[in-house]
Structures are given as C-alpha cells and as structure tokens.
C-alpha cells in the first residue's frame, strides 16, 4: 500500500519559517510528479507547488519567492521550504504523487501562522 507521510507543520510567527518534508514508500519515487497541497478553514484544496521527476518546478503566484519545492529521489522525499510565512498561509498541507492515472494522498500537516 502507498504511503506518504508528511512531517514539519507547527505553530510559526508571521515572518517564520518552516520546512515541510513527505516521505513516499511504496512507489517508484523518482517517476512521479510530486506536490504540496494546502487547505484552509473553510476552503477548497488548491495547488501550493509541483515537482517533476526532472526537477521542474511549478509554484502559485501567491508563494513565489517565498516557498521552494525541492526532493531527494534518494531518500523518496519531496520538501517544502516556507520562508516569510504569512497568516494566510494557514492551512493543512498535504502532499501528493502523480503519474498518469494514478494519484496519492498524504493525511496533511497542519501549519498555523499567528502571532
């Protein structure tokens, strides 16, 4: 069975910083399109960052310079390093791997951003 497992979500000030990490067991880590989901209270799931398995990279306009999404095919891990956080980036975070048909779901990592 699939599984990723994310970690790094906490309690932050505005202005903070966090890393994300997921881990992935259980697949060809290296194929897939791996990526950082968040949802806030009240709202719908929406993309944060992609990663391709040639390491492009993809990033909303609203966390462009301020996340990066990088991975470790060695250690079948994707991060996501948070830089000047912002109340409304609050949310839970997921992570998920793709390839073709296939889609995988982590359980989410909460980041709270309050002062």
């Known amino acids: 069975q699939v599984q990723l497992v994310e970690s790094g979500g906490g309690l932050v000030q505005p202005g903070g910083s966090l890393r994300l990490s997921c881990v992935a067991s259980r697949i060809i880590f290296s194929i897939y399109t791996m990526g950082w989901y968040r949802q806030g209270a009240g709202n719908q799931r929406e993309l944060v960052a992609t990663?391709?398995?040639?390491?492009?990279?993809n990033l909303v306009d609203s966390v462009k310079g301020r996340f990066t999404i990088s991975r470790d095919n060695a250690k079948n891990t994707v991060y996501l390093q948070m830089n000047n956080l912002k109340p409304e980036d609050t949310a839970v975070y997921y992570c998920?791997?793709?390839?073709?048909?296939?889609?995988?779901w982590g359980k989410g990592t909460l980041v709270t951003v309050s002062s």
């Open positions: 990663i391709r398995s040639g390491g492009s990279t």
């Open positions: 998920n791997a793709a390839l073709g048909g296939l889609n995988y």
